[in-house]
C-alpha cells in the first residue's frame, strides 16, 4: 500500500501540534498545579492539597512589599506613557512634516535593545544622581520599556480613525482640543486600553532592567521572585507565580478585545 | 488610505506658524521621556566604555579605547561569546521546531476555536520570564516533576541533571521562544496556499511529498524571519541563563550583568554591551530587510 488513509494522517498531525502546545504551556500549568501542594516538597502530581502556600503568601512581608512597590509603579508608568504616548502619537498621525518616519523609528527604537544593556545604561545614569532603587528612577527606567509599545498601538488606532470626522468638526467650530475630546479620543479608546494594558502588564512583569536600578533600594515584585528563585524553590513561589499569571491573563484579555494580540505584540 | 488621510491632513496643516507650534508642543512631552529614558542613557554608556578602570575598580574618566582591546584579548571573552552563539544557534534550530506545528496549524484552521487558540499561543509572551523559568525549575530540578515521573516509573535509577547546566537553559529558552517563533511564521505562512497543496495532491501526490516539495518550501520566509527573532532575543536573554544555569552557564549577558554589579568594572560592563550590541544589531537589520519582503509580498 503505497500511501496511508487520510484519517491517519490528520491525527498525527492532531497528535503533534497537541504536544507542541503541551510544551509551551508546561510551566505555567505546572506552576499552577503545584501552587496547591500541601506539601513543602514539590511534588507532582500533589498528594494532598490546601491553599496553604496562598495563605502564607499572604503574612510574606517582602512579597507584599515587592507587590505593592510593581502596583504602583506599573500604574504610575502606565499613565505617563499613555500621555507621553497619545501626544507623541498625534503629531506622528495628524502632521506630515519632515523627519516624521525618523522619529517613529527613534519612539520604537527601545524595542531593539537587548534588556541587559538598556538595565545597565539605565544603572550608569541613575546611579550619579542617586535615583537607584527609587520610584522617579524606577519609572523612568521603565518608560522606555512601554512607550515604544504605546505610541504604536494608538498610532494603529489613530490611523484606522477617518481624519474627515476631525475635519468636520473643525470647520463645524469646534476647537482642537474639544475636537480631539469628542471625537478622537472615543474612537481610539481600543487602542488606549490595549495600550495601557499593555504597558501596565510590562512594567509589572520586568525583570532584567528592574535587577540592574533597583539596588538596595525599591525592589519590584520580579526582582523579589527572581532572587527568592536563585536560592530555593517551594511552592509559596508557585502561589506567587499565579497571582502574576492572572494579571498576566487580565492583560491578555484586554488587548485581545480591544485591538487583537497578535496584532498588538508582532515587532519589526 | 494612511497616505491619503495624511496629505488631507496637512493641506490643512502645513505651514502655519500655529500648526508648527501645536505639532512641536505634542511631541515635546515623548521626546523628553525618549531622550532622558534611553538615549542619554545609552550615549552615557558608549561614553563609559571609553574609560578606564585602574586597580580594583577604581574608574577613572579617559578617551581609550582600552576597555575595549582588554575585551577583544580576552580568551574568556571569546570563550562565551561563542557560547552564546552556540546557544543561539541550537536553541532557534528546536524552538523553530517545535514552533512549526502550531503556526502552521494558526495559519490554516477554519476552526471556530481558532481565536482562543491563537491567544494561547501568544499569551505566554506577556507572562514574566521569570515564572516561566520558575515553572521549567520545578519540572526539571534533580526532584522535579519530570524526575519524579520518570524514576517512578521505573525508567531511571539516578535523577537526570536537567538544571544548573546546558541542558535546562535550552530547554526553557526554547520554550520561552516559541510564542515570538509563532508570531513570525504565522506572518510569513501567508504565501502558503491551501490550493496548491490541493492540486499537488489531486494530482497524485502523497501528503509528505506535499509537505516537503510544496509546503515546506513556500514556508521557508516565514521560517526564516521567525529563526532570527528567536536568535537575536537568545544571544541577549538574561533571566533564563542565569536561573536555570544556576551560575554555571555564562552568556554575555551574564557576564555584562556581573561585571556590572558584582566586579564593579562598568568600562568593561559597558564594552561587553556594545560588543553585544553590535551582534544583535547585525542579525536585526537581516531579520528586518527580511520581515519588509516578506510582508510586502
Known amino acids: ?268 | 488610505m494612511d497616505g491619503v488621510t495624511r496629505m488631507r491632513t496637512s493641506s490643512r496643516s502645513s505651514g502655519g506658524r500655529t500648526s508648527r507650534a501645536a505639532r512641536a508642543a505634542l511631541l515635546a512631552p515623548g521626546l523628553v521621556a525618549i531622550g532622558v529614558s534611553f538615549l542619554v542613557p545609552l550615549a552615557w554608556l558608549a561614553r563609559m566604555s571609553l574609560n578606564r578602570t585602574v586597580g580594583s575598580a577604581e574608574l577613572q574618566s579617559a578617551v581609550s579605547p582600552q576597555s575595549y582591546v582588554d575585551v577583544l584579548t580576552d580568551e574568556f571573552v571569546w570563550k562565551i561569546a561563542w557560547q552564546t552563539l552556540q546557544l543561539g544557534v541550537l536553541v532557534t534550530v528546536l524552538a523553530i521546531a517545535v514552533s512549526y506545528p502550531i503556526a502552521l496549524f494558526l495559519a490554516r484552521t477554519r476552526s471556530r476555536l481558532r481565536g482562543l487558540l491563537m491567544a494561547l499561543a501568544i499569551a505566554p509572551l506577556l507572562t514574566s520570564s521569570v515564572v516561566r523559568t520558575f515553572g521549567w525549575l520545578t519540572l526539571l530540578s534533580d526532584d522535579g516533576v519530570v524526575n519524579s515521573v520518570l524514576s517512578g516509573l521505573g525508567v531511571t535509577s539516578e535523577p537526570l541533571t536537567l538544571t544548573n547546566n546546558r541542558t535546562g537553559v535550552v530547554i526553557a529558552l526554547v520554550e520561552i521562544m516559541m510564542p515570538y517563533a509563532i508570531i513570525a511564521m504565522i506572518a510569513g505562512f501567508g504565501r502558503v496556499s491551501k490550493d496548491l497543496e490541493d492540486a499537488a495532491g489531486s494530482l497524485g501526490a502523497g501528503r509528505l511529498r506535499c509537505f516537503l516539495r510544496i509546503t515546506f518550501p513556500l514556508s521557508l520566509p516565514g521560517v526564516l524571519t521567525g529563526a532570527l527573532m528567536v536568535f537575536v532575543l537568545t544571544i541577549s536573554a538574561f533571566v533564563t541563563p542565569r536561573l536555570m544555569g544556576g551560575g554555571r552557564v555564562f552568556v554575555i549577558a551574564t557576564e555584562i550583568f556581573d561585571q556590572a554589579t558584582t566586579t564593579l568594572d562598568w568600562p568593561r560592563a559597558s564594552a561587553l554591551s556594545i560588543l553585544l550590541l553590535f551582534l544583535f544589531g547585525v542579525f536585526l537589520v537581516l531579520y528586518q530587510r527580511l520581515f519588509r519582503l516578506v510582508e510586502g509580498r
Open chain 1, 1 to 268: 500500500m503505497k500511501y496511508l488513509p487520510e484519517a491517519i494522517y490528520r491525527t498525527i498531525g492532531a497528535v503533534v501540534v497537541i504536544a507542541c502546545y503541551l510544551f509551551l504551556l508546561a510551566p505555567l500549568l505546572v506552576v499552577f498545579v503545584i501552587s496547591f501542594d500541601a506539601g513543602a516538597n514539590l511534588e507532582f502530581p500533589p498528594k494532598e492539597w490546601s491553599l496553604r502556600w496562598y495563605a502564607e503568601l499572604a503574612g510574606n512581608s517582602e512579597f507584599l512589599e515587592g507587590l505593592r512597590v510593581s502596583l504602583v509603579l506599573g500604574l504610575v508608568v502606565t499613565a505617563v506613557s499613555l500621555i507621553v504616548g497619545v501626544t507623541a502619537a498625534l503629531a506622528l498621525t495628524r502632521y506630515d512634516f519632515t523627519g516624521r518616519d525618523g522619529l517613529v523609528g527613534l519612539f520604537t527604537s527601545p524595542l531593539l535593545l537587548p534588556s541587559v544593556v538598556l538595565g545597565l545604561a539605565l544603572l550608569l545614569v541613575l546611579g550619579p544622581v542617586g535615583l537607584v532603587g527609587t520610584y522617579p528612577g524606577l519609572v523612568l527606567a521603565h518608560l522606555s520599556l512601554t512607550i515604544p509599545y504605546v505610541v504604536r498601538t494608538v498610532m494603529m488606532s489613530l490611523n484606522a480613525v477617518d481624519a474627515s470626522c476631525e475635519q468636520a468638526a473643525r470647520t463645524l467650530g469646534a476647537s482642537p482640543f474639544t475636537t480631539f475630546r469628542r471625537i478622537t479620543l472615543p474612537l481610539i479608546t481600543p487602542g488606549l486600553i490595549a495600550g495601557g494594558a499593555l504597558s501596565f502588564i510590562i512594567s509589572f512583569d520586568e525583570a532584567v532592567v528592574s535587577l540592574f536600578v533597583v539596588g538596595t533600594g525599591r525592589t519590584t515584585l520580579p526582582v523579589v521572585v527572581f532572587r527568592y528563585v536563585s536560592n530555593n524553590t517551594d511552592p509559596q513561589v508557585a502561589a506567587l507565580s499565579v497571582v502574576l499569571i492572572v494579571f498576566s491573563l487580565a492583560a491578555v484579555v484586554l488587548i485581545e478585545r480591544a485591538l487583537g494580540l497578535k496584532r498588538v505584540l508582532s515587532r519589526a
